[in-house]
């Protein structure tokens, strides 16, 4: 159901509001590019500051222009089940082609706290749900075992965006779960993990590169392995350098040194460091993108 490209696109903010013209424009800059559907209201897209009404808002936002173009997978996730419950019923409503839920931050729950939150979102609506796996951000991994417990018991949960960094886990996973739709929720994991069976990738770097991720996920899925593997390497720096500070400082200021959007983020994020900065525009120059 979700394979290949996946943009985690970013949320642009003029005057400390959302900035729908240049959204636009970025969601028809991915279409145009190939690729296979937007991830509106993730990291990426700021979704810790976005207020209730701008949520529902991007993602509505995020669907209309996708005009059926391309699919939108919203990211519904909370530390709060009743809020991402409501979320994703939203994300429903609106038209989604499926949730993306993030496992509860903050909270630590345990690994049954966890299949109790995932399935009480499942069994509630009936939608294609996606679960983000990212101890790094929240503080708690889903273990392979609490997700084949899932899959076996809600048929909407489909599939898992990894981003434990751990290609152990992404086979485990994929062995215990050999029908789940697994993306890389790392940009420069994205060949390795789809060696071990992965279906493509939420991208981070392909808000300003969609067509070359595009070509590397296309190239590997075709069997030519050495262009693949060539696309990674070419892609390798130029990834690196949008997790130079937190994410998704990098990858904004990039886009808004394209002209993409206004380099306007919302407190926490803030500007980045003038060092990293000028790491961030070579990487952007050797890559020839300015």
């Given at each position: 159901?979700?394979?290949g490209v996946y943009?985690?696109?970013i949320t642009p903010f003029k005057n400390d509001k959302v900035d729908y013209d240049a959204f636009g424009a970025l969601i028809e800059n991915q279409c145009k590019n190939g690729v296979d559907g937007i991830v509106p209201c993730g990291t990426t897209g700021e979704s810790p500051t976005l207020s209730y009404e701008e949520h529902e808002e991007v993602i509505e936002f995020?669907?209309?222009?996708a005009k059926g173009r391309m699919k939108v997978l919203a990211g519904t996730g909370s530390n709060s089940t009743?809020?991402?419950?409501?979320?994703?019923?939203?994300?429903?409503?609106?038209?989604?082609?499926?949730?993306?839920?993030?496992?509860p931050y903050y909270n630590k729950p345990t690994q049954?706290?966890?299949?109790?939150?995932?399935?009480?979102?499942?069994?509630?609506?009936?939608?294609?749900?996606?679960?983000?796996?990212?101890?790094?951000?929240?503080?708690?991994?889903?273990?392979?075992?609490?997700?084949?417990?899932?899959?076996k018991e809600c048929k909407n949960i489909v599939g898992v965006k990894e981003s434990s960094g751990s290609l152990e886990q992404m086979s485990m996973t994929k062995f215990l779960c050999p029908d789940?739709?697994?993306?890389?929720?790392?940009?420069?994991?994205?060949l390795p993990l789809m060696s071990v069976g992965g279906k493509g990738i939420i991208s981070v770097v392909s808000n300003i590169v969609p067509s070359e991720v595009v070509a590397l996920v296309k190239a590997f899925e075709k069997g030519d392995i050495k262009e693949a593997i060539r696309m990674h390497y070419k892609l390798f720096p130029l990834v690196k350098a949008m997790f130079i500070e937190t994410n998704p400082i990098p990858v904004k200021t990039a886009a808004s040194i394209l002209g993409m959007c206004a380099p306007e983020l919302r407190l926490p994020m803030c500007e980045m460091e003038e060092a990293n900065k000028s790491k961030l525009e070579k990487a952007m120059k050797d890559f020839g993108l300015i």
């Open positions: 159901m979700f394979s943009t985690a696109i995020a669907v209309k222009t009743d809020e991402a419950i409501h979320f994703t019923q939203f994300a429903k409503k609106a038209g989604c082609d499926g949730a993306l839920v993030v496992s049954k706290g966890l299949y109790l939150h995932f399935k009480k979102i499942a069994d509630t609506v009936d939608i294609p749900i996606v679960i983000y796996n990212i101890a790094g951000r929240t503080a708690v991994n889903v273990e392979p075992a609490t997700l084949e417990k899932l899959c789940i739709d697994m993306l890389s929720g790392d940009d420069a994991l994205t």
